[in-house]
């Protein structure tokens, strides 16, 4: 998977006009979802749902991370709590810390229906 980084001016909504692409990180990976900008850190975050790892980018550090996942995280979002995230992770919503690999479980979703998952948060 090849990710672009296409970066503006400010962190105002910006027009397809006034992006610039900046970089293109090669992280060889299978389903990349869920990007999302950190403010706080300065970083981008997405998910790759397929390889259950979860990807941290600051670019101006030129810093690539990337954790392993319990199981498939479908969605995430931040917190309050420093280093926790939210997640939708194929059996049900936690907090995740992915530096400590800790895992706190909030709710299962239908543990009866085998067929059921989370997607896009």
Do not use: H
């Amino acid at each position: 998977m090849i990710v672009p980084l296409a970066l503006g001016p400010s962190s105002e909504a910006l027009q397809a006009s006034e992006l610039r692409l900046c970089e293109v990180l090669k992280v060889g990976k299978k389903l990349g979802e869920g990007v999302i900008w950190d403010v706080i850190t300065q970083a981008i975050w997405w998910t790759d749902i397929e390889s259950s790892r979860i990807f941290q980018y600051q670019p101006e550090r030129k810093q690539l991370r990337s954790w392993d996942t319990p199981e498939r995280l479908c969605s995430f979002g931040f917190t309050n709590k420093d280093g926790w995230l939210i997640a939708a992770f194929k059996s049900g919503i936690a907090l995740f810390n992915p530096e400590a690999q800790c895992v706190k479980w909030i709710s299962p979703i239908e543990a009866d229906n085998p067929r059921s998952r989370l997607n896009d948060g």
